[in-house]
């Protein structure tokens, strides 16, 4: 939340809330994958390897198996020593805002606009919940989305009112959907985009001459979301005093 420093990853604990709790944090979920990770390294390692690092690295080669670009990250990250549940609402970008709002917060971090427009490209794979689909489609459809389409994810999200917990979701990407390319800017310009704050995109004077470009250009954009993923992954390292390399990702180290 602060930097790149696993506070999501740190569990409730007396005295400290968790940022999972956060509404911005829906749908993320495997946090276990990690553990798994933490817990083979600590055998070969020990107190030697951050949960940060295992969380930065783990997008690293994950970008690289979806097909995306490889990126040169550094380590040497420490973890949290607490959770922003309460900074998270105002810090979080949350997919209804608009996008002067999206710059202005990635601007903050020193990301550009080329970077955050291709940040957003990471939509190009996984799903998004009905729950953050449904305004778009109930009571009425938004005009800016296809009327095919519209009726496709009718049939996805068939009720204005979806149980969060249940499995109701739409692929981003009907064609690649498990590939990071720029098939997401296509379809963004085929008024295919999921989320409100993807397909306003095509429509700001500052983003929609990169959707075109990142649409054209599947090199332009691997290369833009590399630089914005490196700038996002070193953003505002905590120092010695200030972090720590947890034994376990979920809890803090007892003193």
């Not at 959770?83 to 997919?95: D, F």
């Not at 310009?189 to 306003?200: E, I, N, R, Y």
Request: aromatic residues 6%.
């Amino acid at each position: 939340m602060q930097s790149c420093d696993a506070s999501l990853l740190l569990r409730r604990v007396k005295g400290m809330e968790s940022e999972q709790e956060s509404d911005r944090s829906f749908g993320m979920r495997n946090f276990k994958y990690i553990n798994t990770i933490k817990e083979a390294v600590e055998k070969e390692c020990p107190m030697t390897v951050s949960c940060a690092d295992i969380v930065a690295l783990s997008a690293r080669d994950g970008i690289l198996m979806l097909g995306g670009p490889r990126i040169e990250m550094r380590s040497g990250r420490k973890d949290s020593k607490q959770s922003y549940l309460t900074e998270v609402q105002n810090a979080i970008p949350n997919h209804n805002d608009t996008i002067d709002l999206v710059l202005a917060r990635f601007q903050s971090i020193g990301i550009d606009t080329p970077g955050t427009v291709a940040l957003l490209g990471a939509h190009s794979v996984g799903r998004v919940h009905c729950v953050n689909l449904v305004h778009r489609l109930y009571p009425t459809v938004d005009p800016t989305l296809d009327p095919e389409h519209a009726e496709y994810l009718k049939r996805r999200c068939p009720t204005p009112d979806p149980d969060p917990k249940a499995v109701l979701y739409s692929r981003n990407d009907l064609e690649t959907p498990m590939i990071l390319d720029n098939m997401f800017y296509k379809n963004l310009l085929k008024h295919k985009g999921l989320l409100m704050v993807d397909q306003q995109l095509t429509s700001h004077p500052l983003t929609s001459p990169l959707v075109e470009k990142m649409a054209a250009d599947n090199g332009y954009f691997h290369d833009q979301f590399a630089r914005a993923v490196l700038l996002l992954s070193e953003n505002n390292p905590l120092n010695e005093d200030q972090g720590e390399i947890r034994k376990d990702c979920r809890y803090v180290n007892l003193v």
